[in-house]
């Protein structure tokens, strides 16, 4: 029959019967090589992630981790820092419940994006609480200031921005310092180096040693200060200290990256606690500040925080808050509303104000209160060593000076729980486990060397 008389079925019929063919084939490929190329779509246990190892628990986060698993009537952790009333439950400020309500009975409000840069208002406001209301640099807009995911979400953004436009690449952070800061800025593409901050033989500041770091360091270096409430010593300079590292770092073109966790919440004054950041901006130099809400305001799952960076004039500000939207953007777009929304109610209204600072301040002295009683009970128990750090010291943590052994033991045998280098939250301690841990710390000083 010729071809071109066959029927049109006929012809569709072969094509179809071609088709088929093919497909059978492209099947019987797929059963022999698909598994093993593709093992994503295999119907085996073998995973692409195979490979991948159990990673370690955070040194700060696994201490509650094995807090929780303990089923100790007396256990007490006194890891995590987070504020912890005298009958040991977390606090939502009054205020904050306040600010909420105001937030709720707002019909006006919605639940859009916020810019990039977060709320302007909370930006607005948080540069003032820090740099002060007459700020010469804010009134000369000289800040830039965006929203970011709480201290650790400004640290990264900062160490992200510098990584990429400033001349120097290399940061000095203090010797110990917060275990998160070398993670934040090795990540961002800084090189860490540290310099001397603690003397275990005083528990306090060697200073010395810091300026001998500092001046040693390569010009134009990032150096991380902490603004208060040093993490984890609560060792802090004397203000006659912090203008010498002012001075020191000026001189040598060192660039401040201050990280404040604490503002108010150290000595339960805010400018006071403000003060050696205010120090460097006075001199019309340039810095970065992170700045968190966590423990002064309580605000901790709300994760809010900012950056604020100090410059020169007003037009290089504004380019750097554009580079600012560059890093945010591909990060996580635009940071939450609520957390920021709340601060700003607070910061804006006077009596809302005034009720934060009194409750601020509540906390700070209960601090206080529970290092005295503590360096007391030791001091009753006839404790070998000298304990009068513990009430020197300031803010949320002490470094008690016990090593990694007695921290073992104390965990071991009293059920009491910290990080390894000996910090405590004393705003994990009330009245009633004062005297717990002092038994503690009296057997372990004792028993183990």
Same mark, same amino acid.
Request: charge should be positive.
């Given at each position: ?443 372990? !000083?004792?028993?183990? !060397?």
């Amino acid at each position: 029959m010729n071809p071109e008389m066959a029927s049109p079925s006929s012809s569709s019929d072969r094509r179809i019967s071609v088709l088929a063919r093919h497909l059978a084939g492209v099947e019987m490929d797929s059963k022999n090589d698909s598994i093993s190329a593709f093992p994503t779509s295999g119907s085996d246990n073998n995973s692409v992630f195979s490979h991948v190892v159990r990673g370690p628990e955070d040194p700060i986060l696994g201490v509650t981790v094995a807090y929780n698993k303990d089923p100790s009537p007396v256990k007490l952790n006194l890891g995590v820092g987070a504020y912890r009333t005298e009958e040991g439950k977390p606090l939502v400020l009054n205020v904050v419940r306040k600010a909420e309500l105001l937030l709720v009975n707002d019909r006006s409000r919605v639940k859009e994006y916020l810019p990039i840069t977060g709320l302007a208002e909370f930006n607005k406001l948080s540069a003032k609480l820090m740099f002060g209301a007459n700020c010469p640099a804010i009134q000369e807009n000289r800040v830039t200031t965006v929203q970011c995911l709480s201290g650790t979400g400004s640290l990264r953004v900062g160490a992200e921005f510098l990584a990429k436009h400033y001349l120097q690449r290399t940061i000095y952070i203090p010797q110990p310092t917060w275990g998160n800061h070398p993670k934040i800025f090795t990540l961002a593409g800084l090189s860490v180096k540290t310099y001397r901050y603690y003397d275990p033989a005083t528990r306090g500041l060697n200073f010395q040693g810091l300026v001998e770091d500092l001046s040693s360091a390569s010009s134009g270096a990032i150096v991380l200060l902490h603004a208060c409430a040093h993490n984890p010593t609560g060792v802090d300079p004397t203000f006659q200290q912090w203008e010498q590292i002012r001075k020191l770092m000026r001189s040598k073109g060192l660039m401040p990256f201050f990280d404040s966790a604490y503002q108010g919440f150290a000595s339960g004054n805010l400018d006071a606690d403000a003060q050696p950041v205010r120090m460097f901006v006075a001199d019309g130099g340039e810095l970065l500040l992170a700045q968190s809400y966590a423990k002064n305001m309580g605000l901790y799952g709300e994760r809010i925080g900012a950056l604020s960076i100090v410059c020169k004039t007003a037009d290089v500000a504004a380019r750097v808050e554009s580079q600012l939207k560059l890093v945010i953007r591909p990060m996580y777009s635009n940071p939450p509303i609520h957390g920021a929304s709340i601060v700003a109610a607070i910061l804006k209204n006077r009596d809302l104000y005034n009720e934060w600072t009194i409750e601020l301040k509540a906390m700070a002295d209960r601090i206080i209160s529970m290092r005295q009683k503590l360096f007391e009970a030791l001091r009753a128990r006839g404790t070998p060593g000298d304990w009068s750090h513990i009430v020197k010291q300031i803010g949320m943590f002490t470094f008690t000076g016990l090593n990694s052994k007695q921290v073992s033991f104390m965990t071991k045998e009293y059920h009491i729980y910290m990080t390894s280098d000996g910090r405590i939250s004393m705003a994990g301690l009330s009245s009633k486990t004062v005297p717990h841990l002092a038994d503690a710390i009296h057997a372990a !000083v004792k028993r183990v !060397v």
